[in-house]
């Protein structure tokens, strides 16, 4: 009940999400009732549901008939399975420790598919998004790293050693790679982000998450190459494959490091 709950949230988060990018991009204020980026008349409530609206609509706006894009339920149904992840590893009714811990999760994840969803569309990484977001991870990892001062027995548990770390060596070698590529390869975008990346990974998972970032990648491009889409000279968005790289590592980094691990003990 209570998962089924976070992904109710994450619904509602995700349609925030969606005009948080759309605003972001056209310079808009986020107060005011959400309206059709087409004709501009506002949304009336019960065409503003998450997935179900878009549904019943039949992917187009009630006042001017124009298409309704699919990124709208599919950041919405993301986030819902993002919120649901994070209540099933971190949240516990019963301990109210876990609920900051919960809070900090669901908030920097939606920043994050924020930061994923501006990057897919727009080539671009906002800054607006992305600076405060370091500095919340920063603020938490702290506060967790004081509340817990007492039970740390290796200077990698300290969230702010850990993530600092990892944020460097991260950022070094993207810094390697635009430097040498002179942004052909990478953006100097993908180099701040993976700061933000390497703060609330911290180390060893951002190692994992870079290797699956660039895995995954590398599967897209190739896939996009081999149906004609795209050549060897395409840029394509590479911030979704860091995040959701990262993401993987963070929720699976034991059973994946496990398994690898056991694959070539076999031999």
């Not at 949240?91 to 920043?111: E, G, H, M």
């Amino acid at each position: 009940m209570i998962i089924i709950l976070f992904a109710i949230l994450g619904l509602i988060i995700g349609s925030f999400l969606n005009v948080l990018v759309f605003r972001t991009k056209i310079e808009d204020s986020l107060l005011g009732r959400s309206y059709c980026p087409k004709c501009k008349k506002k949304i009336d409530w019960y065409d503003n549901i998450p997935v179900l609206s878009f549904i019943i609509l039949g992917a187009q706006c009630r006042q001017c008939r124009q298409k309704i894009s699919w990124q709208y339920p599919i950041v919405e149904i993301i986030t819902a399975i993002v919120f649901a992840l994070v209540a099933s590893r971190f949240f516990s009714v019963f301990d109210p420790a876990t609920w900051t811990i919960t809070f900090y999760y669901l908030v920097t994840f939606s920043l994050l598919i924020a930061i994923l969803v501006y990057d897919y569309l727009y080539m671009e990484i906002p800054g607006i998004i992305l600076w405060p977001a370091i500095g919340f991870v920063v603020a938490f990892g702290l506060i967790f790293d004081w509340t817990q001062k007492d039970t740390f027995f290796d200077i990698l548990e300290l969230n702010i050693y850990s993530g600092a770390l990892a944020a460097f060596l991260a950022f070094l070698f993207f810094f390697l790679l635009v430097t040498l590529s002179k942004e052909r390869w990478m953006g100097m975008g993908d180099a701040y982000l993976v700061i933000l990346l390497g703060l609330f990974a911290g180390w060893p998972k951002i190692f994992l998450g870079l290797f699956l970032a660039f895995f995954l990648g590398s599967i897209y491009g190739i896939t996009l190459i081999a149906m004609k889409k795209k050549n060897m000279k395409s840029q394509v968005p590479f911030a979704p494959f860091l995040i959701i790289g990262t993401a993987i590592a963070v929720f699976a980094y034991s059973p994946i490091t496990i398994w690898y691990f056991n694959l070539f003990s076999a031999y």
